[in-house]
Structures are given as structure tokens and as C-alpha cells.
């Protein structure tokens, strides 16, 4: 692609790097931008800045947050001995718009992945851990999904507390085989929490 101006080339390679955006894409969005009112662009641009140098990570369950402890998190309201294991902030998302679910999350970051070099230190597990070795969580909600990576990383944890005095529970396996919980609809998410199901019975399945 042969530009005219080294300014628009530069803005059209940093676009193209985002997913799914190819360089024909990326032309027509920074085109977009130069064509509608400077600023709208200008907005955009501070949002991001501003998302990127001051956005945050709960320091107790590593939700995206603007504050140290997020808003789930410093609910009073919320039941803090319950916690529901997710792989990221879509899924707390997802979970949230069912209103069917009071407790906290534990955003792992991530699944076990060997094949794209992701272990357990790659991801928030000991501190998940720490949480139930330390004694205030009653139950444990695993809400990753029944890919081979989510059921490896379910299972690497389970094995991790086994010991512990907690319970461990599981979505119902129905709704998220092949299926990621963010595409998952509302209602039928919010059932498979209420009605989940004991771990130890979905590994026998
Ligand atoms: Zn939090």
C-alpha cells in the first residue's frame, strides 16, 4: 500500500494491528476519523489514552476497575464467602446482566493453555488459592466454560484446594460447550448458576 502522507501510513499501521483489522480496514476507519469532526477523534484518542495509564486491576479479584478495590468487591451487599471463578471481565459481564448471582468473582486472567505457553503462574490462581487456604470462602463457583483449556484449569485448582473445607460447584455443562459464556443468553445463564452443580459430579460426566 502506497501512501501519500507518512501520517496517515503510521495511523493506518497502528490500526491494522488490532484484531481482525486488516490494512484495507484499518484505511477506511482512519479515513472515518480524518472525515468526522476533530473532536470526535480527539475523544477517542483521550479515552484511550486515559483507559490505558489509569485503568486498574481489583487487587482482590482482578476485575478491570477505576478504584484499587472494584465495585463488586467493596459491595457490603454482596456475599463475600461465595466466589465465582471466571477467565475475564466479559464473563463477570455476562453473569452480572443475569442478576442472579450475589456473591464475588475471581477473575483468572486466562485459561491453562500449554500450546500458547500459558501455565498457572500466568494467571491469578495462588491468589485464588491464598483466598480459600485463608478460610473465609464457603464456595467456589467454576463459570469458565467446557473447552479442554477451561476444564484443565478447573481441575488444576481443584486439586489445589481439595483439601480445603470448601465447596466446589460448577455451572451446568449445557450451556457453554463450544460456546463461550459471553455468547450465552441471559436467562439460561442465570438458571445454570442457580441450579449448578456439585465439581465432583461434573467430572464423572
Ligand atoms: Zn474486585
Known amino acids: 500500500m502506497e501512501f501519500s502522507s507518512k501520517l496517515l501510513e503510521n495511523a493506518v499501521n497502528e490500526m491494522s494491528q488490532l484484531p481482525g483489522v486488516g490494512k484495507r480496514t484499518a484505511l477506511r476507519l482512519v479515513l472515518h476519523l480524518l472525515r468526522q469532526p476533530e473532536s470526535q477523534t480527539l475523544n477517542l484518542a483521550d479515552s484511550l489514552n486515559a483507559m490505558r495509564s489509569k485503568i486498574k486491576f481489583c487487587k482482590s479479584c482482578h476485575n478491570i476497575s477505576d478504584t484499587d478495590l472494584c465495585e463488586i468487591c467493596a459491595n457490603p451487599h454482596r456475599v463475600a464467602n461465595t466466589i465465582c471463578v471466571v477467565e475475564d471481565i466479559r464473563d463477570v459481564m455476562a453473569i452480572e446482566n443475569t442478576s442472579s448471582f450475589r456473591g464475588l468473582y475471581h477473575v483468572l486472567g486466562g485459561k491453562i493453555s500449554p500450546m500458547d505457553g500459558i501455565g498457572p503462574n ?3 490462581i495462588k491468589s485464588l488459592v491464598d483466598k480459600v487456604k485463608e478460610g ?5 463457583i467454576f463459570a469458565l466454560g467446557s473447552t479442554m483449556e477451561g476444564d484443565t484449569t478447573n481441575f488444576y485448582i481443584y486439586k489445589q484446594i ?6 466446589t460447584s460448577t455451572i451446568s455443562r ?12 441471559e436467562i439460561t445463564l442465570g438458571r445454570s ?10 467430572l464423572k460426566s
Open 122 to 124: 500466568e494467571l491469578n
Open 174 to 185: 449445557g450451556i457453554s460447550v463450544g460456546n463461550e459464556l459471553e455468547y450465552t443468553d
Open 193 to 202: 448458576i442457580i441450579n449448578r452443580i456439585p465439581f465432583e459430579t461434573s
Open 162 to 167: 481439595q483439601e480445603c473445607n470448601v465447596i
Open 136 to 140: 473465609h470462602v464457603k464456595e467456589l
